[in-house]
């Protein structure tokens, strides 16, 4: 549950870190950035605040901003219908983020979870730092949390339909609540 | 056809572009920027510089760097087998580019075409300055041209196969050849 005044205070955060990035947003825009909590109510600990560029049937593309060490709780994106799953590719823009996927656990990780540890069963390490991308198909389970700076990504992907997305932690509700 | 210094050349301008838009592409993406003269051999008039990010059976992300005054000729997206025919969004990231596509002919339109008019047969005019975008769908005809200063364009649309575009100058050849 976020307050008007709080989102208002992290879009202007969001817009400020695409502004460090090189990346122009809109006024309209920066007023349609959505501020993600998940419904934990922590946002700085585990949060995303993301712009969506262009979202039709076929494809997206959206930007991230990320505050420093924040976390983008584990979720995989399953078939929907005729859609067989979202596809997703990061590109970092700025900062650097630790993105954890499927596969072989890395030695000596470089993130902890934020919360119930239990909620993050993948620990296949990748390090995006800026130009350096990275492509999950779709069903893979999957996590990133910022470095110490903060990081802005840019997202490419299919059609994103994040109300379907699948959260390991069952507590998360994707779909952000407002209070007024 | 161009030659491998112009090419050297040009990617470094286009790398150039990029990073006067905010945008970091690393070494290994710099040498594999695209050098496109559309087989006419006037590059500055005709021309674009390409940048593939990812491109998928699904998704596709470009960067697009603009000489000034350039023109990426008309053309569309055919369906291909299974696939509709690509469906692209452009959004200005630095400088402006004025976008042509199908519809009502715009009354004074601020470009003229390079060369050979009779291959431009769209005229409804869309400005796109730092931070506008624009979508369109398969099959239609389109084209665009940077401003004074150069543009650089983001490109996000659904899989890309160059080969198959239909450029209505039947001389154009998309794919670029390179003389040693």
Chains 1, 2 share one sequence.
Request: some cysteine; overall charge negative.
């Amino acid at each position: 549950m976020l307050a008007r005044e709080e989102i208002l205070r992290r879009q202007r955060q969001a817009s400020d870190l695409f502004c460090k990035a090189g990346i122009y947003v809109t006024p309209k825009e920066q007023a349609q950035i959505e501020i993600a909590d998940f419904g934990l109510g922590e946002f700085e600990k585990t949060g995303l605040a993301v712009l969506v560029y262009v979202n039709t049937d076929r494809c997206c593309a959206k930007e991230l901003a990320m505050c420093p060490g924040q976390t983008c709780p584990e979720h995989m994106h399953p078939p929907v219908e005729n859609d067989p799953g979202k596809e997703e590719t990061f590109r970092c823009r700025w900062g650097t983020v630790f993105l954890y996927v499927a596969g072989e656990a890395t030695k000596d990780v470089a993130c902890q979870p934020p919360g119930d540890t239990s909620a993050y069963s993948v620990w296949h390490e990748i390090l995006l730092k800026k130009g350096d991308q990275y492509t999950i198909g779709p069903e893979t389970l999957h996590w990133f949390q910022a470095g110490s700076q903060g990081a802005v990504v840019s997202e490419f992907s299919t059609r994103s339909t994040d109300e379907n997305d699948i959260f390991t932690d069952r507590i998360i509700q994707r779909m952000t609540k407002i209070c007024d």
